[in-house]
Every structure is written in C-alpha cells, then in structure tokens.
C-alpha cells in the first residue's frame, strides 16, 4: 500500500510552500511517497510524463546523456525542490534523466489526480507556473552564462546555484554548501575542462574566496562569486 505524504514535509518545500494551507492539505491526500535508492534513475530522457516529484530527503541530479554514453550534468536538487513539473502542463515524455545521487525520500502527484484538484482549486496552477517559470529562467541563466561569461564566472554561477539548494549560514556571512559536490562535477557543470575548474578553484581558495571544510565547499566571500558571475 502507497505511503501517505506528511503534510509538514511539503509546508518546508521550497517549491510548494507558498501554497495555502489548504491546497497544501489537498496534495498531501493525493501524493504518495516513493522511496528511491542511491544510483537509481527515477525517470529517463523520453520516459512518459505522468507526474511530479517534490524531494522531501536526499538529493538528485538532472542530467542529459549522449547516445555516446556522455553525461552532461544541469542541476543538483535537494529537498524542497519539484523535478518534472512540466509533465503536469504538457503530458509529453521526459526531456532529461534524473538519478538519485544518494537514498531519497520524494513525494509523487500523478498527472491525473493533479488534473482534477486543479478543476476545483484553479489557483494551483498559477504556483506551478511560478516554478515552471523559475525553471526557465534558471535555464537562461546557465545558456547566458555559457555564451558570456568567462570560465571564473561559471564557476561563481554554480557555486551560488548550489548555495541556493544546499547553503547553510554560518558565522560571518560564510555560507557552507551542504553537499559534497566533486570538481569534475563544477566543471561538468559549468561546462569547462576539469582541469580549468582545478585550477580557477585553487585560485579561488588561496584567495580566501572559498575554502573547504571537512570535504564541503564554503563560500568565504559571496559579493566577490556575485561580481564575477554577473553578465
């Protein structure tokens, strides 16, 4: 028998919980949870759009695969974040692979059941679109960035992004990137040679841009990634 979704994991979701309580209270009785191990892939490229996923623990990684088997790597989502939104508008197949990177915990709306609260409750789909428009801009911003900014500049990009989903204050404005991300990955990321992002972030440590704490990445100085990743 499916789990039921408790209500309190979506009221903390980055994505769902400007919602009202109530249509909050209406998702939870439609959602299931759906456990998903670390490596497995949740859904693929071309998979049916049947739902959404709102990630209440864990993290996952939103990828595009070459018929070469080439990874290339687009975002990192933690919890509160919503992956595969647009199936809710459009129905059409998946047009990226999602892999938990370790064990998760999500919660599953079905497109179906989407479809009929939303005939009653109208105003959900004004907060879909919300994150269905932050996911395009989001998109933009990584294009832009590819096309504009110079190599440190895609870097300070990724490290803000990640300290977006992942960040931690700490003292004196620091900010602990709460998720053990590779160098292979800022450069797959960032779209850059692994050894240009080496390089670049040494600098960067050296500098007192950034630094490393047990493994973790610490924005030291956030104003100066700002300055290098504005277009």
């Given at each position: 028998?499916?789990?039921?979704?408790?209500?309190?994991?979506?009221?903390?979701?980055?994505?769902?919980?400007?919602?009202?309580?109530?249509?909050?209270?209406?998702?939870?009785?439609?959602?299931?949870?759906?456990?998903?191990?670390?490596?497995?892939?949740?859904?693929?490229?071309?998979?049916?759009?049947?739902?959404?996923?709102?990630?209440?623990?864990?993290?996952?990684?939103?990828?595009?695969?070459?018929?070469?088997?080439?990874?290339?790597?687009?975002?990192?989502?933690?919890?509160?974040?919503?992956?595969?939104?647009?199936?809710?508008?459009?129905?059409?197949?998946?047009?990226?692979?999602?892999?938990?990177?370790?064990?998760?915990?999500?919660?599953?709306?079905?497109?179906?059941?989407?479809?009929?609260?939303?005939?009653?409750?109208?105003?959900?789909?004004?907060?879909?679109?919300?994150?269905?428009?932050?996911?395009?801009?989001?998109?933009?911003?990584?294009?832009?960035?590819?096309?504009?900014?110079?190599?440190?500049?895609?870097?300070?990009?990724?490290?803000?992004?990640?300290?977006?989903?992942?960040?931690?204050?700490?003292?004196?404005?620091?900010?602990?990137?709460?998720?053990?991300?590779?160098?292979?990955?800022?450069?797959?990321?960032?779209?850059?040679?692994?050894?240009?992002?080496?390089?670049?972030?040494?600098?960067?440590?050296?500098?007192?841009?950034?630094?490393?704490?047990?493994?973790?990445?610490?924005?030291?100085?956030k104003p100066a990634l700002e300055a290098a990743a504005a277009l």
């Amino acid at each position: 028998m499916p789990m039921s979704v408790d209500r309190a994991f979506l009221d903390q979701s980055v994505s769902l919980g400007g919602l009202p309580e109530a249509l909050l209270d209406e998702i939870a009785k439609i959602a299931r949870v759906v456990p998903l191990p670390a490596n497995k892939v949740l859904f693929e490229t071309g998979d049916p759009g049947n739902g959404f996923y709102s990630v209440l623990e864990g993290s996952l990684k939103v990828s595009l695969v070459s018929v070469e088997g080439v990874e290339q790597l687009l975002a990192v989502l933690g919890p509160g974040n919503v992956v595969g939104e647009l199936a809710i508008f459009d129905g059409r197949p998946r047009s990226a692979t999602v892999t938990a990177i370790k064990a998760s915990r999500l919660a599953f709306v079905d497109r179906i059941s989407f479809e009929r609260l939303a005939e009653d409750q109208p105003a959900i789909y004004r907060h879909m679109l919300k994150i269905v428009g932050g996911r395009l801009r989001h998109a933009n911003d990584v294009f832009a960035a590819r096309c504009f900014l110079p190599m440190n500049g895609r870097i300070a990009q990724t490290l803000l992004q990640l300290a977006d989903t992942f960040g931690k204050p700490v003292d004196n404005d620091r900010i602990l990137i709460h998720y053990k991300v590779s160098q292979a990955d800022l450069a797959n990321m960032s779209g850059m040679a692994r050894e240009n992002a080496n390089r670049i972030l040494n600098i960067w440590k050296r500098d007192g841009l950034i630094s490393r704490i047990s493994g973790y990445y610490c924005i030291e100085d956030k104003p100066a990634l700002e300055a290098a990743a504005a277009l």
